[in-house]
C-alpha cells in the first residue's frame, strides 16, 4: 500500500471507528418490524454513533478480480479462498430542522497463497441538510474514495442523495488492483413556491485522480447540473419536470469533452399501505441531446445525438417485513471505470424480508447495456450481476451471514476497457462470516 493510500485510510479512521456494514455485500441495513437483528436502530433518539463490520470467509473463481496486477489478466483464471474484513462506522445527528451524518467504510483482504494483506477499498461520506427558512431547505454532502469498484455504477441504485451517503465500496465488482482517489461533491436548494408546487436545483461535481495515468486513463472530472419544478396534484400524486446537464472529460487522456442536455417529465406515486409502510413509484422520461467536442477527426463523431432518456423506480413493501425494490435508468454515464462516456440502459429490481424472526433473505438482480458515444458500432458492452443472502440473527447485534453472487461483463472493442482489466470476466463467489452492527453511542 503506498503512502497516500495510508494516508487515507488513516484519516477514514479516524472519524469513527468500524463500519456500517459492507457496502455492497449483499444484505440490508433496514430495520424491518419485528427483525431481531438491528432491532435497537428503531428507537427515536436524535442522536447515533453505530460502530459495526463483517469477517467473512470468502471462496471466489476469479482471484484476479481482487488481487489486479498479481496475475497476469490474459492467463487462465485462478480461484481460491479468502478472508475479508470490512470494517466502518455511522454517526447521525437528527433536530427538527436539520440532520448531519458521517459515514466511512472500508474493504480489506487476506490472500493465504501469497501471505498478504490487501487493501480493496475505503470510502467515506459526510454531509448535513436543513431548513435555512420556512420553505427553503438545503443539503451538502461530500465523498471520498479510494479504488472503489466504478463498474459497479453501471447498475442503477436511485438518484436521491442523503446526508453521509457514500461510494459504495462494492468489492464483489472489483476488476483490478489500479489505485485511484475519487472525490464526489452534491449540494441541493429545494423552494416552496407553494402549498402545492415546489422547485430544486442540485450540482454535482466529481474528480478522480488514478495514481499512475495512462494514455488511456488520465485523471478525470465530471459536472452536472438538475433542475426540477413539482407539482402536486393530490395526497398521493405529483407531476414533475426535470432539466438535466451532465458534461465531462473521460474519453483519449481527458482531450474530449462530452456533454448531455436532457429534458423529462413525469410523475410521484406515494401512497399509505398501513400505518408503516408506503408505496413509492416515480416515472421520468424524455429526449436528450449529446455533443463531443475536439474527438479526432478520424471518429466521425456526430456534431449532436438525440436519444431518449428516463428514470424509474419503485419501491413496494408488500408485506409487513417484506420490500420489493427496482431502479431503471437510461442516459449518458461517465463512468471512471471506462476509457470512454457511454449511454446506457441499466436496471436492478430484487426483494428482502423476514422468513421469521431471526432470520432475513434478499435476492437482488442487475442488467446494464451501452455503447461508447464515441464509437458506437465498435465499442459497446453487456453486464450483469445477482446475489442472495441469508442473515440469522444470533442476538440483535450479532449474525451469521452467507451470500452468492454471480458477476459478468464483456467489452465489445479494447477502448472501453481500463487498463489492467480483461475484456471480459465472469465471476461466481460465495462469503460465509460473522456480522456486527453494534450502538456505541445513544443520546
Given at each position: 500500500?503506498?503512502?497516500r493510500s ?23 441495513d433496514r430495520?424491518?418490524h419485528?427483525?431481531?437483528f ?10 447515533t ?9 470468502a471462496y ?7 488481487l ?10 485462478s ?17 427538527r430542522?436539520y440532520q ?6 472500508s ?20 454531509g ?6 420556512p ?13 472503489p ?5 453501471l447498475?442503477?441504485?436511485g ?6 451517503d457514500?461510494?459504495?465500496d ?12 475519487s ?23 466529481r474528480?478522480t485522480?488514478f ?15 438538475d433542475?426540477?419544478?413539482s407539482y ?10 426535470l432539466y438535466?446537464?451532465l458534461t465531462?472529460?473521460?474519453a ?20 399509505p ?12 422520461l ?6 463531443s467536442h ?12 438525440t436519444?431518449?432518456?428516463g428514470e ?11 420490500t ?7 442516459g449518458l ?12 440502459n ?16 434478499g435476492?437482488v438482480g ?19 450481476t445477482?446475489?442472495t443472502?441469508?442473515q440469522?440473527?444470533v ?20 477502448v472501453l ?20 452492527l453494534?450502538?456505541a453511542f445513544r443520546?
Amino acid at each position: 500500500m503506498s503512502r497516500r493510500s495510508i494516508s487515507f485510510v488513516t484519516g477514514v479512521l479516524l472519524l469513527g471507528a468500524c463500519l456500517p456494514a459492507a457496502a455492497q455485500t449483499t444484505g440490508s441495513d433496514r430495520p424491518f418490524h419485528g427483525a431481531l437483528f438491528g432491532s435497537y436502530r428503531t428507537k427515536n433518539t436524535p442522536q447515533t454513533l453505530d460502530v459495526s463490520g463483517m469477517l467473512l470467509e470468502a471462496y471466489d473463481d476469479n482471484l484476479f478480480a481482487t488481487l489486479g496486477g498479481s496475475v497476469d489478466p490474459t492467463s487462465r483464471q485462478s480461484s481460491g479462498y479468502y478472508t475479508m474484513l470490512l470494517p466502518g462506522v455511522d454517526y447521525r445527528l437528527t433536530n427538527r430542522r436539520y440532520q448531519v451524518a458521517v459515514a466511512g467504510a472500508s474493504a480489506l483482504g487476506y490472500y493465504p497463497d501469497i501471505h498478504k494483506v490487501r487493501s480493496i477499498s475505503h470510502n467515506v461520506g459526510a454531509g448535513f441538510s436543513a431548513e435555512a427558512g420556512p420553505r427553503t431547505t438545503v443539503l451538502l454532502n461530500q465523498t471520498a474514495a479510494y479504488s472503489p469498484s466504478y463498474l459497479y455504477g453501471l447498475f442503477p441504485t436511485g438518484s436521491d442523495v442523503s446526508p453521509g451517503d457514500t461510494v459504495p465500496d462494492s468489492p464483489n465488482y472489483a476488476v483490478n488492483d489500479i489505485e485511484s482517489y475519487s472525490y464526489d461533491t452534491t449540494a441541493t436548494l429545494s423552494y416552496k413556491l407553494t402549498r402545492r408546487a415546489s422547485a430544486s436545483l442540485a450540482g454535482k461535481y466529481r474528480y478522480t485522480d488514478f495514481t499512475h495515468e495512462t494514455i488511456l486513463q488520465q485523471d478525470q472530472t465530471s459536472e452536472g447540473l438538475d433542475g426540477e419544478f413539482s407539482y402536486q396534484r393530490t395526497r398521493n400524486f405529483a407531476i414533475r419536470a426535470l432539466y438535466h446537464h451532465l458534461t465531462g472529460n473521460v474519453a483519449y487522456g481527458g482531450a474530449v469533452d462530452t456533454n448531455e442536455n436532457g429534458l423529462e417529465a413525469g410523475m410521484l406515486y406515494s401512497r399509505p399501505l398501513s400505518a408503516t409502510r408506503r408505496l413509492t413509484f416515480s416515472l421520468e422520461l424524455g429526449v436528450s441531446a449529446i455533443r463531443s467536442h475536439d474527438a479526432p477527426v478520424e471518429l466521425h463523431v456526430p456534431d449532436r445525438m438525440t436519444r431518449g432518456s428516463g428514470e424509474a423506480s419503485l419501491d413496494y413493501p408488500f408485506a409487513t417485513s417484506w420490500t420489493a425494490h427496482a431502479d431503471f435508468r437510461r442516459g449518458l454515464e461517465f463512468v471512471p471505470g471506462l476509457a470512454q462516456p457511454v449511454y446506457a440502459n441499466g436496471l436492478t429490481a430484487g426483494f428482502d424480508g423476514l422468513l421469521k424472526r431471526r432470520l432475513q433473505v434478499g435476492v437482488v438482480g442487475g442488467f446494464s447495456q451501452g455503447r461508447s458515444v464515441l464509437t458506437p458500432t465498435a465499442s459497446q458492452y453487456d453486464t450483469y450481476t445477482g446475489s442472495t443472502y441469508l442473515q440469522y440473527a444470533v442476538t440483535n447485534s450479532t449474525a451469521i451471514h452467507v451470500e452468492y453472487f454471480y458477476y459478468f461483463y464483456d467489452f465489445l472493442g479494447d477502448v472501453l476497457v481500463v487498463s489492467g482489466a480483461p475484456q471480459r470476466m465472469e465471476r461466481n463467489g460465495v462469503r460465509v462470516g460473522l456480522r456486527l452492527l453494534v450502538p456505541a453511542f445513544r443520546g
